[in-house]
């Protein structure tokens, strides 16, 4: 794409009065002729005061501007909705699509020939792949990368993994309230997102995997100044990406989703990442289906110690080798499509010819595996099978998922009888009463917090162990719904029942006492009661309250948005170019 062909010629070199016009007003901003026969730069910019994980964006910008100045491109900065996950209720995931809306519609109303996508945060991430998808303008993205690892007593921390045990531990009242205020001083001491396998680590390694972000770009840590050096170097891609007119349609193929299938799995990455990735697909009219996820997780070993599956961090990833580590064992192993193109110009196969193998030959054995080792070889892989099982049965006729890597292993055939919440308020009034009718051994199950049930699909599906129980020293529990969890957290936690119950799917039939069986080794999720009665509850069964939303944004989401299966997008989002 030469200059003549430039997306922003036809704003800037337009030769209608408007060109007069924009190139006059472009110059009552100090820029020049010079600057505006040059390629344009869009830099998506998501930082905000009420997102702590996006919190370096201000500075990493300047050095992507760095880079395009010295590749010959005009940066542009503007700014798109930034969605903090913990300073907003009531779940992030409730406008994941409008940022989606406000990324594309700014890209395409823009004069812009290429765009960097500053994103970090666990939506900013995935909303900024599906506005990008459908704009289709030349687009790469760049993270602003994991938080240093706390520290709390010579152990080092991850959040938000144990932020969720040691919470644990202080409700069970084995941990003090000084020492839970020492975890909350020490456990995130930098910029950056969760530094576990979170959905914030894995969407940035699935950026890596789909060929759309510069290799290295999830593990370097926020602080780092190689971080500084990506941005520039992403700067740099830019420019080139606008001349060489490499669009996201170029490398969001089948194929390059198989292979960022693939990746996440080999990780233990975040079961959110199902909903994102089907989502950003379905942009390119490309279906993901949930057999799909499975099959690819079957085949694929988990290789990667990371909590919330393991024990290591990010930071430690990226001292082993980054994301491009693991894509390189899974290229040995023949379980990559290696000629997917990359922003780099290269292909995925091109650029992991000049990555390291891993330290210990296949032919020796050595070294391999053991309490310190952060990446696997596939001889001797951490498991068998990759981080996400499919589930389904009559619970989930359109199925829910479960991460089997972080769950304990004597749960994963299970059967036990139900503990049923009608929603979260229901869930937060009875969880820790004491009369409340429960052993290790029930499935808790959370109803009406779907996409439509919530609405939004809160990070509610992690249900907390009883009080009780945690004080008698159980730790995990069998717990079922319809709604999403933090990919930082971890439990035998069936999640994405589908279709939800606020629509009448049968979860919203469960009643206490109900026998419900699950066996991950089978895929099986089953409510032991009979059709007929089931069919006796659902003559009974009314919609809630939250599908009748009055106005403004909720009511459009709540109007238009897919269930779990489909990405929860947008029915008017999914296709092709607009």
């Known amino acids: 794409m030469d200059a003549t062909t430039r997306r922003s010629d036809a704003w800037f070199h337009d030769p209608d009065m408007y060109g007069f016009v924009r190139r006059a007003f472009a110059k009552s901003m100090g820029y020049d002729d010079a600057d505006l026969a040059r390629p344009i ?42 969605l903090g996950e913990l300073f907003m209720k009531p779940t992030t995931m409730l406008w994941r699509n409008l940022m989606a809306m406000d990324t594309e519609e700014m890209i395409r109303a823009h004069p812009l020939d290429a765009v960097v996508l500053l994103g970090n945060c666990d939506k900013t991430v995935p909303a900024q792949m599906m506005g990008a998808a459908s704009a289709n303008v ?4 760049l993270t602003g990368g994991p938080h240093l690892s706390g520290r709390f007593r ?36 930098s910029d950056g997102h969760c530094t576990v396998m979170g959905t914030a680590s894995t969407m940035a390694a699935i950026a890596e995997g789909l060929g759309w972000a510069l290799p290295y770009n999830a593990a370097i840590p926020a602080p780092d100044a190689r971080r500084l050096r990506l941005a520039e170097a992403a700067g740099r891609r830019s420019v080139a990406m606008a001349s060489g007119g490499i669009r996201p349609s170029d490398i969001l193929t089948q194929n390059s989703f198989e292979n960022a299938i693939r990746l996440m799995m080999a990780l233990g990455g975040s079961t959110n990442a199902v909903i994102h990735l089907t989502a950003v697909a379905g942009r390119r009219g490309i279906q993901l289906p949930l057999e799909l996820f499975d099959r690819i997780s079957r085949e694929t070993p988990f290789l990667t110690n990371l909590q919330p599956s393991g024990a290591f961090h990010m930071e430690q990833l990226h001292e082993a080798g980054g994301v491009p580590a693991v894509m390189k064992e899974l290229a040995r192993g023949g379980l990559l499509h290696l000629e997917e193109r990359t922003i780099t110009g290269q292909t995925i196969g091109q650029v992991l010819e000049r990555v390291a193998p891993l330290g210990a030959s296949a032919a020796d054995g050595t070294g391999w595996c053991g309490p310190d080792r952060i990446v696997y070889p596939l001889e001797q892989p951490i498991d068998t099978e990759g981080g996400i099982a499919v589930l389904r049965g009559n619970l ?43 052993t290790a051994d029930s499935v808790l199950v959370l109803q009406n917090a779907g996409p439509k049930g ?21 730790r995990d529990m069998l717990r079922i719904s319809d709604a999403r969890m933090s990919g930082t957290a971890f439990g035998a936690v069936v999640l994405h029942v589908t279709p939800e119950a606020a629509v ?61 299966d489909q990405g929860a997008d947008f029915d008017f989002l999914v296709g092709g170019d607009a």
């Open 454 to 474: 919530a609405p939004g699909m809160p990070e509610a599906g992690s249900l907390p162990i009883p009080k009780k129980l945690l004080a008698a020293g159980v």
């Open 41 to 82: 730069i869009g830099i998506a910019q998501t930082q905000s005061d009420l997102n702590n994980c996006n919190n370096n964006f201000d500075e990493l910008a300047e050095y992507v501007k760095r880079g395009v100045w010295q590749a010959g491109g005009t940066p542009l900065e503007f700014p798109t909705i930034s």
């Open 138 to 141: 030349p687009a790469l993205i």
């Open 504 to 564: 009448g799917g049968p979860l919203g039939l469960v009643r206490d006492g109900d026998w419900i069986e699950v066996d991950v080794g089978a895929r099986r999720l089953h409510l032991e009661v009979s059709d007929e009665e089931l069919a006796r509850r659902r003559s009974e069964w009314q919609p809630p309250s939250s599908l009748r939303q009055a106005r403004g944004y909720s009511r459009l989401y709540v109007d238009h948005v897919l269930q779990a």
């Open 154 to 189: 010579g152990q080092s921390l991850g959040a938000c993994s144990d932020c969720r045990r040691f919470w644990a531990e202080y409700r069970a009242g084995t941990l003090s309230e000084e020492a839970l205020c020492e975890v909350e001083d020490g456990i995130n001491r």
């Open 396 to 438: 989930a006729p359109g199925g829910a998922v479960i991460k089997q890597t972080a769950m304990s292993a004597h749960l994963r055939k299970h059967r036990g009888r139900a503990v049923v919440y009608a929603g979260a308020a229901d869930l937060a009034h009875k969880i820790d009463d004491p009369s409340l009718d429960v």
